[in-house]
């Protein structure tokens, strides 16, 4: 593999996790990024650079961002959210991956990128959930800035350092598996056992 194709990889799934707190966000951010060729997009999505794609991304990130923001529609947008994200993580790694079979494309755009998407929005989903129950909504607003801010930071570091990206990733995981651990301690005790 060669040193561009690892940078391809780690881009593509640093934006897969951006797509995990925004789905619309780091395709706009893919979007102009291609636009302003600051990086190169695999050919057959070279489309997504396109004024079109742009205005019609830039629309639907505007949209998704004010949604979440109306209280108990957030937790309905999330119900199709999780799916979009999947899907919208693989086309994310598909589009960034360079030099590689098409088996091997997919096939790490398919895991590596869908499945870090949706789990991520899964995760944030539960949170949203979790707070709506909780707060009766009323923390929902701070939770969806707390995403959409990590989406930005998450779309500039995957398009600017794409090394620090992925180190970014990992600490998600090891955070959403502590997050986990500790809302769930029955199964970490039926972990433990042999």
């Given at each position: 593999?060669?040193?561009?194709?690892?940078?391809?990889?780690?881009?593509?799934?640093?934006?897969?996790?951006?797509?995990?707190?925004?789905?619309?966000?780091?395709?706009?951010?893919?979007?102009?990024?291609?636009?302003?060729?600051?990086?190169?997009?695999?050919?057959?999505?070279?489309?997504?650079?396109?004024?079109?794609?742009?205005?019609?991304?830039?629309?639907?990130?505007?949209?998704?961002?004010?949604?979440?923001?109306?209280?108990?529609?957030?937790?309905?947008?999330?119900?199709?959210?999780?799916?979009?994200?999947?899907?919208?993580?693989?086309?994310?790694?598909?589009?960034?991956?360079?030099?590689?079979?098409?088996?091997?494309?997919?096939?790490?755009?398919?895991?590596?990128?869908g499945g870090t998407a949706s789990a991520i929005k899964g995760t944030t989903a539960s949170a949203r959930l979790t707070s709506t129950a909780t707060t009766a909504g009323v923390a929902n607003p701070i939770i969806s800035t707390v995403e959409t801010g990590s989406s930005v930071v998450m779309s500039a570091f995957s398009i600017f350092?794409?090394?620090?990206?992925?180190?970014?990733?990992?600490?998600?995981?090891?955070?959403?598996?502590?997050?986990?651990?500790?809302?769930?301690?029955?199964?970490?005790?039926?972990?433990?056992?042999?």
């Amino acid at each position: 593999m060669t040193p561009e194709t690892i940078i391809s990889i780690f881009l593509g799934i640093g934006l897969a996790a951006s797509v995990g707190f925004r789905v619309f966000l780091p395709l706009f951010a893919l979007s102009l990024a291609g636009y302003y060729q600051i990086i190169p997009l695999n050919e057959s999505w070279v489309w997504v650079a396109s004024a079109p794609a742009i205005i019609t991304l830039g629309v639907a990130t505007l949209l998704e961002i004010f949604a979440y923001y109306i209280p108990w529609f957030d937790n309905l947008l999330d119900t199709i959210a999780i799916p979009l994200a999947a899907i919208a993580g693989t086309a994310v790694m598909v589009s960034t991956l360079a030099d590689l079979s098409p088996v091997i494309t997919w096939a790490l755009a398919i895991i590596a990128g869908g499945g870090t998407a949706s789990a991520i929005k899964g995760t944030t989903a539960s949170a949203r959930l979790t707070s709506t129950a909780t707060t009766a909504g009323v923390a929902n607003p701070i939770i969806s800035t707390v995403e959409t801010g990590s989406s930005v930071v998450m779309s500039a570091f995957s398009i600017f350092l794409p090394i620090i990206a992925i180190i970014f990733v990992v600490l998600i995981f090891l955070s959403m598996r502590k997050l986990y651990r500790f809302v769930f301690p029955s199964l970490k005790k039926e972990e433990d056992l042999p």
